[in-house]
């Protein structure tokens, strides 16, 4: 018994006790990184301060936002304004790091709030939908069991940060205790696309079953032509020859959507026009769509409208689909060069 103490020491001497020291720095380090990213004015504060002025938050949601920045990995302290994929991704690390069972519900209450105030929820045409939390009370989803049996268009009666869970008819057909069963949840945002997940079902009544919440959705597009996000200047020109400018939003070969100042109705012809990246000045004439009001928290006086082609637009389709190839090649380059593809 002594010979195995004395080698287990001499391991420790020579290999565990002279890097000790260095473990130390590295926790000390660790410990001091935390204390000045919770305690130093991070980078963007400014930006922050302005932004949030637009939404009316509570000293409580100011609090609970200042808490997803500081628990993130994000350097600039407004990221989380900027997108509802960046605000998620906060969301999560903070419930992952707390444990959100255990954060207290005005909290949790907070986090949903800011994220109904920024327009952050899948009622947004807009909004990246990237989380389960981001679906709504109301919406119908279609649930497909391991059995293959489908329930279509059934309502979520309830969601909070915690959980969420859906209206059935007939569960005890599939199953006398589906506790525990996985299910395929889909959800279709129309003009979009359809979001799926499997989930097992944590607790279930004759008519009711309660999923816990995914950050991680399938997305299959629904739109017959690709959509790339872009921010270019417009300038618009009226029927009767009234000009104004805004920015475009997103493009496809099939029609846009812009941000305006002024209040477009359905059915509504106008010209624009605007500086594609390497394909020059595009004038084309659009019809308005739909309204979709005050959407995007960058521009908060500027109307979202989408539109479509009319008239003589071969030129400038042809032009966007290039361009959308062109930035999707690139995209697609870059990521293949940062996992070591290519050189």
């Known amino acids: 018994m002594t010979g195995v103490f004395q080698e287990v020491w001499k391991f420790f001497q020579y290999y565990i006790l002279p890097i000790l020291p260095f473990v130390a720095l590295v926790l000390i380090e660790i410990q001091l990184m935390y204390n ?42 407004d990221a989380v304004l900027n997108s509802s994929m960046l605000f998620e991704t906060a969301v999560k690390e903070f419930y992952r790091v707390r444990n959100v069972m255990s954060v207290r519900d005005e909290t949790l209450d907070a986090v949903a709030s800011l994220r109904t105030k920024m ?12 989380s389960t939390r ?5 919406d119908r989803i279609d649930l497909e069991f391991e059995d293959f049996r489908v329930i279509k268009r059934s309502v979520i009666l309830e969601r ?24 395929l949840v889909r959800w279709t945002r129309m003009n979009d696309a359809v979001y799926s997940t499997w989930l097992p079902i944590i607790s279930a009544t004759s008519d009711k079953i309660v ?19 872009v921010d270019f200047p417009v300038e618009v020109r009226l029927e009767n020859g009234d000009t104004c400018s805004g920015m475009l939003y997103d493009i496809s070969a099939g029609g ?29 004439d659009v019809k308005i769509l ?19 082609f009319t008239g003589t637009y071969a030129w400038t389709q042809e032009h966007i689909l290039q361009y959308i190839f062109e930035v999707n090649r690139k995209t697609k380059t870059k990521k293949m060069g940062l996992n070591g593809v290519i050189s």
Not at 119 to 130: D, I, K, S, Y
Not at 161 to 183: D, F, Q, T, Y
């Open 290 to 308: 739909n309204n979709l009001g005050h959407r995007n928290s960058n521009f908060p006086m500027y109307y979202s409208v989408s539109a479509m």
């Open 119 to 130: 327009g952050f929820t899948g009622a947004n045409p807009l909004t990246m939908v990237c």
């Open 256 to 284: 846009l959507l812009l941000g305006l100042p002024i209040d477009f109705k359905p059915d509504q012809k106008i010209s624009i026009t605007f500086e594609l990246p390497t394909f020059g000045e595009q004038n084309v």
């Open 211 to 229: 999923f816990n919440h995914s950050e991680q959705l399938d997305k299959e597009q629904l739109r017959k032509w690709i959509r790339e996000v």
């Open 36 to 77: 000045r990213r919770e305690n130093e004015v991070m980078f963007g504060t400014d930006a922050f301060n302005e932004k949030i002025k637009a939404f009316e938050f509570t000293p409580k949601e100011v609090r609970t936002l200042e808490k997803l920045v500081r628990t993130s990995k994000f350097e600039n302290k």
């Open 160 to 183: 909070s940060e915690k959980n969420w869970s859906v209206h059935v008819e007939g569960l005890e057909a599939i199953s006398k205790n589906p506790v525990g069963m996985r299910v």
């Open 134 to 138: 981001q679906f709504c009370e109301g």
